[in-house]
T-cell receptor, first 111, second 109 residues
Protein backbone atom coordinates (compact mmCIF):
# COMPACT_ATOMS: atom_id res chain seq x y z
CA UNK A 1 0.00 0.00 0.00
CA UNK A 2 1.38 3.40 -0.95
CA UNK A 3 1.72 5.83 1.93
CA UNK A 4 -0.21 8.59 0.15
CA UNK A 5 -2.88 7.81 -2.43
CA UNK A 6 -4.76 10.09 -4.76
CA UNK A 7 -7.17 9.64 -7.63
CA UNK A 8 -5.15 10.63 -10.71
CA UNK A 9 -8.20 11.89 -12.62
CA UNK A 10 -8.32 13.60 -15.00
CA UNK A 11 -10.96 15.82 -13.51
CA UNK A 12 -12.76 18.31 -15.75
CA UNK A 13 -15.07 21.02 -14.40
CA UNK A 14 -16.74 24.16 -15.80
CA UNK A 15 -15.41 27.57 -14.83
CA UNK A 16 -16.91 28.77 -11.54
CA UNK A 17 -17.46 25.28 -10.13
CA UNK A 18 -16.33 24.17 -6.69
CA UNK A 19 -13.56 21.59 -7.00
CA UNK A 20 -12.88 18.92 -4.42
CA UNK A 21 -9.54 17.11 -4.52
CA UNK A 22 -8.87 14.28 -2.11
CA UNK A 23 -6.07 12.11 -0.75
CA UNK A 24 -5.80 9.32 1.76
CA UNK A 25 -2.72 8.32 3.71
CA UNK A 26 -1.77 5.22 5.64
CA UNK A 27 0.88 6.36 8.12
CA UNK A 28 -0.75 7.59 11.32
CA UNK A 29 2.53 9.32 12.25
CA UNK A 30 2.03 11.95 9.54
CA UNK A 31 1.33 15.31 11.11
CA UNK A 32 2.07 17.84 8.37
CA UNK A 33 0.12 18.00 5.15
CA UNK A 34 0.72 19.99 2.00
CA UNK A 35 -0.91 20.68 -1.32
CA UNK A 36 1.17 21.58 -4.35
CA UNK A 37 0.10 22.84 -7.74
CA UNK A 38 2.17 21.87 -10.77
CA UNK A 39 1.72 23.40 -14.17
CA UNK A 40 2.88 21.42 -17.18
CA UNK A 41 6.68 21.24 -17.46
CA UNK A 42 7.17 23.30 -14.29
CA UNK A 43 8.26 22.52 -10.76
CA UNK A 44 5.53 22.13 -8.11
CA UNK A 45 4.62 25.20 -6.07
CA UNK A 46 3.30 25.09 -2.54
CA UNK A 47 -0.37 26.04 -2.18
CA UNK A 48 -1.32 25.06 1.35
CA UNK A 49 0.49 23.75 4.40
CA UNK A 50 -1.39 22.47 7.43
CA UNK A 51 -0.52 20.85 10.71
CA UNK A 52 -2.67 18.11 12.25
CA UNK A 53 -6.44 18.07 11.82
CA UNK A 54 -8.60 21.03 10.88
CA UNK A 55 -9.23 23.53 8.13
CA UNK A 56 -7.06 26.24 6.61
CA UNK A 57 -8.33 28.83 4.19
CA UNK A 58 -6.38 31.01 1.77
CA UNK A 59 -8.44 32.98 -0.71
CA UNK A 60 -10.33 30.55 -2.93
CA UNK A 61 -8.49 27.56 -1.49
CA UNK A 62 -9.41 25.56 1.61
CA UNK A 63 -7.37 22.63 2.92
CA UNK A 64 -8.99 20.15 5.25
CA UNK A 65 -7.37 17.37 7.25
CA UNK A 66 -9.21 14.61 9.10
CA UNK A 67 -6.63 12.56 10.94
CA UNK A 68 -9.23 10.17 12.34
CA UNK A 69 -10.01 8.94 8.83
CA UNK A 70 -6.58 9.77 7.35
CA UNK A 71 -8.24 11.94 4.73
CA UNK A 72 -6.89 15.15 3.15
CA UNK A 73 -8.94 17.48 0.98
CA UNK A 74 -8.40 20.63 -1.05
CA UNK A 75 -11.39 22.71 -2.09
CA UNK A 76 -11.20 25.34 -4.81
CA UNK A 77 -14.05 27.83 -4.97
CA UNK A 78 -14.99 29.75 -8.10
CA UNK A 79 -12.56 27.72 -10.18
CA UNK A 80 -10.75 29.49 -13.01
CA UNK A 81 -9.10 28.21 -16.19
CA UNK A 82 -5.79 29.23 -14.61
CA UNK A 83 -6.40 26.58 -11.94
CA UNK A 84 -5.91 23.90 -14.61
CA UNK A 85 -2.89 21.96 -13.37
CA UNK A 86 -1.89 18.83 -11.52
CA UNK A 87 -2.47 18.95 -7.78
CA UNK A 88 -0.21 16.92 -5.52
CA UNK A 89 -0.89 16.16 -1.89
CA UNK A 90 2.01 15.41 0.43
CA UNK A 91 2.57 14.34 4.01
CA UNK A 92 5.41 14.16 6.49
CA UNK A 93 5.91 13.17 10.12
CA UNK A 94 7.97 16.11 11.31
CA UNK A 95 8.62 19.50 9.75
CA UNK A 96 12.06 18.39 8.52
CA UNK A 97 11.18 14.81 7.57
CA UNK A 98 11.10 13.31 4.09
CA UNK A 99 8.06 14.47 2.18
CA UNK A 100 5.90 11.72 0.72
CA UNK A 101 3.82 12.68 -2.31
CA UNK A 102 0.68 11.29 -3.82
CA UNK A 103 0.66 10.70 -7.59
CA UNK A 104 -1.28 13.90 -8.32
CA UNK A 105 -4.71 14.72 -9.74
CA UNK A 106 -4.94 16.40 -13.13
CA UNK A 107 -7.55 19.18 -13.17
CA UNK A 108 -8.96 21.02 -16.17
CA UNK A 109 -11.24 24.02 -15.71
CA UNK A 110 -13.19 24.63 -18.89
CA UNK A 111 -14.13 28.26 -19.75
CA UNK B 1 14.95 35.64 -0.36
CA UNK B 2 15.84 32.07 -1.07
CA UNK B 3 16.01 30.79 -4.63
CA UNK B 4 16.88 27.48 -6.18
CA UNK B 5 18.46 27.00 -9.58
CA UNK B 6 18.61 23.89 -11.70
CA UNK B 7 20.38 23.25 -14.98
CA UNK B 8 20.24 22.22 -17.67
CA UNK B 9 16.51 22.67 -18.15
CA UNK B 10 16.28 20.15 -20.97
CA UNK B 11 18.61 17.51 -22.32
CA UNK B 12 18.52 14.56 -24.67
CA UNK B 13 21.11 11.89 -24.08
CA UNK B 14 21.88 8.53 -25.72
CA UNK B 15 21.71 5.32 -23.73
CA UNK B 16 25.01 4.62 -22.03
CA UNK B 17 26.13 8.24 -21.86
CA UNK B 18 26.95 10.02 -18.58
CA UNK B 19 24.73 12.51 -16.82
CA UNK B 20 25.27 15.49 -14.57
CA UNK B 21 22.44 17.67 -13.27
CA UNK B 22 23.27 20.56 -11.00
CA UNK B 23 21.28 22.37 -8.37
CA UNK B 24 22.26 25.39 -6.31
CA UNK B 25 20.41 27.22 -3.57
CA UNK B 26 20.84 30.89 -2.72
CA UNK B 27 19.86 32.85 0.34
CA UNK B 28 20.16 30.12 2.95
CA UNK B 29 22.82 28.04 4.63
CA UNK B 30 22.95 24.34 5.47
CA UNK B 31 19.69 23.49 3.74
CA UNK B 32 18.27 19.98 3.51
CA UNK B 33 18.41 19.18 -0.21
CA UNK B 34 16.45 16.63 -2.23
CA UNK B 35 16.40 15.09 -5.70
CA UNK B 36 13.05 13.84 -6.97
CA UNK B 37 12.13 12.19 -10.24
CA UNK B 38 8.75 12.44 -11.90
CA UNK B 39 8.06 9.98 -14.71
CA UNK B 40 5.40 10.87 -17.27
CA UNK B 41 1.96 10.85 -15.62
CA UNK B 42 3.35 9.69 -12.30
CA UNK B 43 4.04 11.17 -8.90
CA UNK B 44 7.24 12.38 -7.35
CA UNK B 45 9.75 9.71 -6.41
CA UNK B 46 12.37 10.69 -3.85
CA UNK B 47 15.81 9.65 -5.11
CA UNK B 48 18.31 11.24 -2.72
CA UNK B 49 18.39 13.65 0.17
CA UNK B 50 21.21 15.39 1.94
CA UNK B 51 21.37 17.08 5.34
CA UNK B 52 24.90 18.43 4.88
CA UNK B 53 28.11 18.47 2.84
CA UNK B 54 29.12 14.94 1.88
CA UNK B 55 26.03 13.43 3.55
CA UNK B 56 23.85 11.63 1.03
CA UNK B 57 21.00 9.21 1.66
CA UNK B 58 19.68 7.09 -1.18
CA UNK B 59 16.04 6.14 -1.29
CA UNK B 60 15.88 3.99 -4.40
CA UNK B 61 18.55 1.60 -5.78
CA UNK B 62 19.41 2.62 -9.32
CA UNK B 63 22.31 3.64 -11.51
CA UNK B 64 22.13 7.23 -10.29
CA UNK B 65 24.29 8.86 -7.65
CA UNK B 66 24.29 12.19 -5.87
CA UNK B 67 26.96 14.37 -4.38
CA UNK B 68 27.05 17.52 -2.29
CA UNK B 69 30.46 19.10 -2.73
CA UNK B 70 29.43 22.44 -1.23
CA UNK B 71 26.80 23.53 1.28
CA UNK B 72 24.39 24.86 -1.31
CA UNK B 73 25.24 22.63 -4.28
CA UNK B 74 23.64 19.27 -5.03
CA UNK B 75 24.59 17.20 -8.08
CA UNK B 76 22.83 14.20 -9.61
CA UNK B 77 24.99 11.95 -11.77
CA UNK B 78 25.07 8.76 -13.74
CA UNK B 79 27.95 6.97 -15.42
CA UNK B 80 25.73 5.18 -17.96
CA UNK B 81 22.16 6.24 -18.62
CA UNK B 82 19.33 3.76 -19.18
CA UNK B 83 16.12 4.32 -21.12
CA UNK B 84 14.25 4.10 -17.82
CA UNK B 85 16.15 7.14 -16.52
CA UNK B 86 14.03 9.42 -18.70
CA UNK B 87 11.91 11.78 -16.67
CA UNK B 88 11.57 15.14 -15.02
CA UNK B 89 14.17 15.67 -12.30
CA UNK B 90 13.44 18.14 -9.55
CA UNK B 91 15.75 19.54 -6.93
CA UNK B 92 14.19 20.83 -3.74
CA UNK B 93 15.22 22.30 -0.42
CA UNK B 94 13.49 22.13 2.90
CA UNK B 95 13.00 24.95 5.35
CA UNK B 96 9.87 23.80 7.15
CA UNK B 97 8.29 23.70 3.70
CA UNK B 98 9.62 22.05 0.56
CA UNK B 99 10.55 24.42 -2.28
CA UNK B 100 11.25 23.13 -5.78
CA UNK B 101 13.40 24.26 -8.64
CA UNK B 102 12.07 24.50 -12.17
CA UNK B 103 13.21 20.99 -13.06
CA UNK B 104 15.40 19.29 -15.66
CA UNK B 105 13.70 17.25 -18.33
CA UNK B 106 15.81 14.29 -19.42
CA UNK B 107 15.08 12.15 -22.45
CA UNK B 108 17.23 9.09 -22.96
CA UNK B 109 17.15 7.67 -26.49
Amino acid sequence: QKEVEQDPGPLSVPEGAIVSLNCTYSNSAFQYFMWYRQYSRKGPELLMYTYSSGNKEDGRFTAQVDKSSKYISLFIRDSQPSDSATYLCASLKTSYDKVIFGPGTSLSVIP
Amino acid sequence: SQTIHQWPATLVQPVGSPLSLECTVEGTSNPNLYWYRQAAGRGLQLLFYSVGIGQISSEVPQNLSASRPQDRQFILSSKKLLLSDSGFYLCAWMSGELFFGEGSRLTVL
